[in-house]
């Protein structure tokens, strides 16, 4: 979800043995969104400079606006459909895939926007620029602040304000990925040598990134001791406090493994999110997988908060956008379709057999909310697939119309991801109700349009949020970009 990248164009996929001047640099609208100056011939002392239109990646809007749908999707929908919504805890569903799809695309992007750096100094200041946006837009969105869309009131105790959440993963992700591929740009060969592997090689300082991430997750996980820890939650107007007992090293459930412990050391225990997806899980509740009343014998540890976009997590995360890095590189470095799509497609497959072996011989089960390395290569490798999947449909086979409302979702991902995922425009609706707060348009159309019609609450949930959510932000993107309108950070 790189809103910065999303009008990165297909001339980028191209090698230049010339470099850029500052000259084209100021001609260009913007070095992360406008089409490239393609080269500089000189015939004499001076030539103009000469800019060359060129195709448009559309696989890259595409992507990005599946993900914005699935999320969608899952957030409003996978109450009533248990199946789709994040698994409990070891597991991968629908939900599960959005999270590492949002930092899979903004590596491509970083890498398509970052191509050509005339000026690094320039670069850093705005990729902190960018990253303070971020951090600043999920504090307010996630951080407790904003109670939309049922609840019409705003504000938070900073005693239990949420730190971190989905874009502050976004942003941590995007800057030492961004950080990375900026300082070693000098670093880079223009021309690569054959060979498969050779694109590897090119970009080393990427994977060496990636590799500190994944060796200070792993150690952390496995080596660092987890002590009894207690917390305190609110019952009948009189706090109770929970035991939970640990004592272990290595410990991947809920109650004691060292991505929770990190967050309650880093942030303090009232800062995380505090409605953990592990109380659908058969040991907290009888409804399970769905959410339901506690189990008169559930363990302490299902009343405990625990932050799904955590410290530790967070820095598995980067190696999501590492792959998606990598992806950028290849569409970067080799001019082929079919070259591009044998480098993505054999990744992804290699990914996906990594983590399939790692989940089911039990030496690292995929999970997301522990940020699993089997997680990374099971989404990464998914992503990969889906990725090739539209570059091949969209950009090779020109099958692009069906797939044109994806485009206009993700052209304004970060619109749609704050209006509609988010929930920002369905609470100014419902801040117009009738006599009582659930007697809004909103409501009145959930229940009388599609639940009633339908005669069942999920097929009219379901229904709802395909046709009044993800449908109407497609149509409210799609004339915004005919109007050139677009809003990124």
């Known amino acids: 979800m790189d809103y910065d990248a999303k009008r990165v164009e297909e001339g980028l996929g191209h090698v230049h043995k010339e470099d850029i001047s500052e000259k084209a640099d100021k001609i260009e609208k913007d070095e992360s969104s406008a089409t490239p100056a393609q080269s500089v011939e000189q015939k004499g002392e001076e030539q103009p400079l000469i800019k060359q239109k060129s195709k448009r990646v559309a696989t890259l809007d595409a992507f990005r606006g599946l993900t914005i749908v699935l999320m969608i999707l899952v957030d409003d929908a996978g109450g009533s459909y248990a199946r789709i919504d994040h698994s409990p805890w070891n597991g991968c569903t629908l939900a599960d895939f959005v999270m590492p799809f949002f930092l899979f695309i903004v ?20 990729i902190f620029l960018r990253t303070l946006k971020l951090l600043f837009w999920g504090i307010l ?75 200070i997750y792993m150690i952390t996980t496995y080596a660092l001791y987890v002590p009894d820890w207690s917390f305190a939650i609110d019952q009948d107007h009189e706090a109770k406090r929970y035991i939970v007992k640990c004592g272990m090293r290595g410990h991947l459930g809920p109650a004691c493994n060292a991505v929770g412990y990190v967050d309650r050391q880093v942030w303090g225990i009232n800062h995380l999110y505090s409605q953990p997806v592990w109380t659908r899980l058969k040991a907290c509740t009888l409804s399970s997988p769905s959410s339901g009343p506690f189990r008169e014998d559930a363990p302490s540890w299902c009343y405990a908060p625990f932050e799904p976009e955590g410290l530790l997590s967070t820095i598995s995360a980067i190696l999501s956008g590492t792959i998606g890095i990598h992806y950028g590189h290849v569409l970067i470095h080799f001019k082929g379709h079919a070259e591009r799509l044998k480098q993505w497609v054999s990744m992804g497959i290699v990914l996906l057999i990594v983590a399939i072996i790692l989940h089911f011989t039990d030496a690292i089960p ?124």
């Not at 609706?429 to 009582?436: A, D, P, R, T, V």
């Not at 999920?458 to 005919?482: P, Q």
């Open 107 to 126: 590596g491509v992007a970083v890498a398509l926007a970052l191509k050509k750096i005339p000026r690094i100094s320039r670069a850093v200041k705005k």
């Open 366 to 489: 995929i999970n997301k909310q522990l940020y699993s390395f089997s997680y990374v290569c099971f989404t990464a490798g998914a992503a990969g697939i889906v990725f090739s999947a539209f570059y091949l449909v969209i950009d090779v086979w020109g099958f692009r119309t069906p797939f044109l409302f994806l485009e206009w979702i993700g052209m304004n991902a970060m619109l749609v991801f704050v209006m509609a995922a988010q929930g920002i425009f369905a609470a100014f609706i419902n801040g117009w109700y009738y006599e009582s707060w659930d007697n809004s348009l909103v409501h009145w159309i959930q229940r009388h349009v599609f639940i009633d019609v339908w005669h069942s609450e999920r097929l009219g949930t379901l229904l709802y949020v395909i046709f009044a959510e993800i449908t109407f932000w497609a149509v409210v993107s799609g004339i915004l970009h005919k109007l050139h309108i677009y809003w990124k950070l």
């Open 141 to 215: 969105l996630q951080g407790g602040y904003s109670h939309a869309p049922d609840i019409l009131s705003y504000g938070v105790d900073i005693k239990h304000i949420r730190w971190f959440g989905i874009l502050q993963r976004i942003a941590v992700v995007y800057f030492v990925v961004a950080l990375i591929e900026t300082l070693t740009t000098k670093l880079r060969p223009t021309v690569i040598d054959s060979g498969h592997f050779s694109i590897f090689s090119a970009y080393k300082w990427q994977w060496i990134g990636g590799f500190v991430a994944f060796l």
